[in-house]
């Protein structure tokens, strides 16, 4: 009876000491953002609570089929070999076995020469010195990410059904943090391209205002990053609403631990965890927490499609001639341009009018007719801009709009820009094309825009004509063939 009773004692010691070290280890997990950091802490209190030789992480290879994988971490005793940074190699893993463990398959082998396995599978754990074995899944989300190793390497050794339990429960608390950081370096390989696009585009602009490829980009750029701004601003003011319900439930979960853990069963008669329950507001989180996820999701996929949109309006890394839908080039130049078309002190925003009469599929240099369209629709915008800043007085000037036609021609295809500001006297529009020509006040354009515009579509076998009218606006077209015969110059 005593002797029972001992047991029991020592039963009751070594489950608080496990609900303790799970507690500590995930304190730990949640004070830290380093990966690699966290796994470490993990493993090594693990290896010591379990009294165990060695205790791994295994990073399986997904583009292997899972049946590669390498040792990330390590906690091991001194007598035995280190593992870290060896291969891991079993053929048969990926097919018949990584579903199951993605499943939740949990081994444990209390001998692996008494377990009947295969002389294979036997090799690949002798080789690491193994004659007990328990392997735990490691998930990121609902893809196997790794296993959680523990190795008995000086002898067989039963695994307890609370050892396999605790060993469990850390894996899944790993899991989470692999998610986590896994989501935190893409988010940040994410912030690192579009810091890198912006570089690329103060690049641009750098080049551009030495050869006026594009005499907008400054105000180009200012409307990218507004419209960049937008969401990144909902993902930062959603951020905050997330971190709070988060940290709610992890106060929450730490109370239950801590209450639990002593052997407090009934919750309702601790204040604390009352008061935090009360806080807590689980059923407006339950419905808030899915909505700041999924808005919060919405704004970087918005951020996305932006700089996607801005990467294929630029085409910097395609060379030749390629065949492409026309009106994508217009569409996205139209977005980057946004902000300039919204209202301003002098004027309502400008509208635009969409007449696509036909979507042709032409053969052309993508980046430099999408510069051309570019520079005319910035100069259209300036047009409109300049007749409003003067109080022109016409028929239509309520309403700033800008057309774009897009139509069969006898070339092939025919793209008009039309804008209803004050026109272009006729004395000058012969000089339209000369380089360093320009109408515009000093400083707002260098006069190369419709030069090498010019140039660009002339080495398309194109034309680019213009029709004005003093008062009644003016119409930019660009004539071009469906398909080319020559390299672009």
């Known amino acids: 009876m005593a002797e029972q009773h001992a047991c029991t004692l020592q039963q009751c010691s070594f489950d608080l000491a496990h609900e303790r070290a799970l507690f500590e280890i995930v304190s730990n997990i949640r004070k830290s953002i380093e990966l690699d950091e966290i796994i470490q802490t993990t493993i090594k209190e693990l290896r010591q609570l379990l009294a165990a030789d060695r205790v791994g992480v295994v990073r399986l290879d997904v583009h292997q089929g899972w ?170 003011a959603n951020l905050n609403h997330v971190e709070h319900h988060v940290r709610s439930l992890l106060t929450l979960v730490s109370l239950y631990q801590e209450h639990f853990s002593s052997g407090t069963s009934n919750s309702s008669s601790i204040p604390e965890i009352e008061a935090a329950e009360e806080d807590l507001d689980a059923d407006f989180l339950l419905r808030d927490l899915p909505n700041l996820c999924a808005s919060m999701k919405a704004g970087s996929v918005r951020i996305s499609y932006i700089v996607e949109a801005l990467r294929n309006f630029s085409r910097l890394d395609e060379v030749g001639f390629k065949k492409v839908r026309i009106e994508q080039g217009i569409d996205t130049a139209l977005l980057l341009l946004s902000d300039r078309l919204r209202p301003t002190q002098h004027r309502p925003k400008i509208q635009i009018q969409k007449r696509y009469h036909t979507l042709p599929i032409i053969e052309c240099s993508p980046g430099k007719i999408n510069q051309v369209v570019m520079s005319l629709l910035t100069n259209a915008v300036d047009a409109i801009d300049e007749a409003w800043a003067q109080n022109f007085d016409n028929i239509e000037r309520k309403k700033p709009l800008i057309a774009i036609d897009i139509a069969d021609s006898a070339k092939g295809v025919r793209i008009d820009i039309s804008d209803n500001g ?68």
């Open 422 to 489: 004050l026109g272009i006297p006729e004395a000058i529009q012969t000089k339209l094309y000369d380089p360093f020509f320009t109408t515009k006040p000093i400083g707002k354009g260098t006069g190369l825009g419709l030069a090498i515009s010019r140039q660009i579509v002339t080495n398309h076998h194109g034309e680019l004509l213009c029709e004005s009218q003093t008062g009644r606006g003016t119409t930019f077209s660009i004539e071009l063939p469906n398909t080319q015969t020559m390299p672009s110059s």
């Open 67 to 236: 049946d590669d994988g390498i040792f990330i971490a390590e906690s091991v005793q001194p007598q035995f070999d280190a593992v870290l940074s060896k291969q891991v190699h079993d053929h048969c893993f990926g097919q018949q076995y990584a579903d199951a463990y993605r499943d939740g398959r949990i081994q444990a082998l209390d001998d692996i020469y008494e377990a009947g396995l295969s002389p294979c599978h036997i090799e690949i754990l002798s080789q690491f010195q193994v004659r007990a074995n328990l392997l735990v899944p490691l998930l990121k989300g609902t893809e196997l990410w790794g296993l959680l190793c523990v190795h008995q390497c000086s002898g067989p050794r039963h695994w307890q059904a609370d050892e396999i339990e605790f060993v469990s429960k850390i894996a899944m608390h790993l899991s989470v943090a692999i998610d986590h950081a896994e989501l935190l370096t893409k988010t940040q390989q994410q912030a690192s391209e579009l810091e890198a696009t912006l570089r690329s585009l103060k690049s641009t602009q750098t080049q551009l205002a030495q050869s006026e490829k594009m005499s907008s980009l400054g105000q180009l750029a200012a409307g990218l990053a507004h419209e960049i701004n937008n969401p990144v601003n909902f993902i930062s």
